[in-house]
């Protein structure tokens, strides 16, 4: 079992302290190619990082895109804050296409330990 890190803004950070979110949405990069189910991860909330939030990876799930993504787990986290999957992608700025189309997408689902 390995331990990995990650950052969060204020809001979803929030989010699952507060059980709303079980679900962390990433490009499949080379760092988080290293997660496997049953690993811990702790998240750090931006931009102070000192607040964390420890969490066990239970699933991952990858996708050639974040569409593909986001309609596969609409459901399970994200109708609560948008009304379509293709309204997610549009509020996700974070990754370039070049990016995704390289490394596709995992969601990472957990549950909080602490």
């Known amino acids: 079992m390995k331990v990995h890190e990650m950052r969060l803004h204020e809001e979803p950070f929030r989010r699952i302290e507060l059980g709303l979110k079980t679900v962390e949405y990433r490009v499949n990069d080379e760092k988080r190619r290293t997660i496997q189910v049953g690993d811990k991860i702790i998240f750090y909330k931006r ?18 895109s974040l569409l593909e993504m986001y309609t596969d787990t609409f459901d399970k986290g994200l109708k609560d804050r948008y009304q379509t999957p293709q309204e997610a992608v549009d509020d996700t700025p974070y990754y370039s296409e070049e990016e995704i189309k390289r490394y596709g997408c995992v969601a990472i689902s957990f549950q909080k330990l602490s």
């Open 47 to 64: 931009p102070e990082e000192v607040e964390t939030i420890e969490v066990q990876v239970t699933s991952l799930n990858y996708y050639d």
